[in-house]
């Protein structure tokens, strides 16, 4: 019973660099989503997709890259790390009913410097 | 467009006082509300969820929310302050329109004293 597994759990990255955040979810959620955490501003969508093949920007899309080509997998690129990108990176994905609830992963932590 | 606003950003309590946490939303139509609950280095569990229907949603934990149309509120209470309450709080609205797309308030973090 897995749920939303994100990796890694911790990255740092020099200015610059890429990476990809990996999340997956085992409950043939349709819809999956990335958020960033930063102190005082509660979380904020970043993109999100409402099945295979489709995505779309959510508030802070830019720096950001996305895919789905599988039901279970959407991860997050950062195609040139940034130290304004230093923050929590939560996956979360929910069934299509209107209202469904939002199941997250335990999140990444990632610093740029 | 939709927003939240979460009127502390910090509350502290007694255990076995009861918890008020503050909620405002904007909203030109009816909304979903819901509030989540972030334990330290964990991801965000639903607490409970508002969608038209009965106005006073219960939730896990013993938590409850009101929601009130005339005062644009959605305030989470619980009787009783437990010490394993202390988490920060977020109130969100769905946006309309936006499939599950949420709107998260900047959050509450409540503290519980012995």
């Known amino acids: 019973n897995a749920g939303v597994t994100q990796t890694p759990k911790f990255q740092v990255l020099k200015t610059g660099q890429s990476m990809t955040l990996q999340c997956a979810q085992d409950m043939n959620h349709e819809y999956m989503s990335w958020y960033r955490q930063d102190p005082g501003m509660g979380l904020r969508l970043i993109h999100y997709?409402?099945?295979?093949?489709?995505?779309d920007q959510g508030e802070v899309p830019n720096g950001y890259n996305v895919s789905r080509s599988t039901t279970e997998d959407f991860p997050l690129r950062l195609l040139s790390a940034a130290p304004s990108q230093t923050s929590v990176y939560f996956c979360?994905?929910?069934?299509?009913?209107?209202?469904?609830?939002?199941?997250f992963g335990n999140g990444t932590r990632l610093t740029v410097t | 467009a939709q927003s939240v606003t979460q009127l502390d950003s910090h509350v502290s309590v007694s255990e076995g006082t009861p918890v008020l946490l503050r909620c405002n939303y904007s909203?030109?139509?009816?909304?979903?509300l819901f509030w989540y609950v972030q334990h330290p280095n964990k991801g965000l569990q639903l607490l409970l969820k508002?969608?038209?229907?009965?106005?006073l949603v219960k939730g896990i934990n013993g938590f409850e929310a009101e929601f009130k149309k005339s005062e644009t509120s959605f305030h989470l209470t619980k009787p009783s302050a437990h010490m394993s309450d202390a988490a920060e709080y977020f109130c969100v609205v769905r946006v309309s329109g936006g499939y599950n797309k949420l709107i998260f308030g900047a959050g509450t973090r409540l503290a519980v004293h012995p």
């Open positions: 979360a994905s929910s069934g299509q009913a209107v209202g469904s609830p939002l199941h």
């Open positions: 909203s030109s139509y009816s909304p979903s």
């Open positions: 997709s409402v099945g295979a093949g489709i995505t």
């Open positions: 508002y969608t038209s229907a009965a106005t």
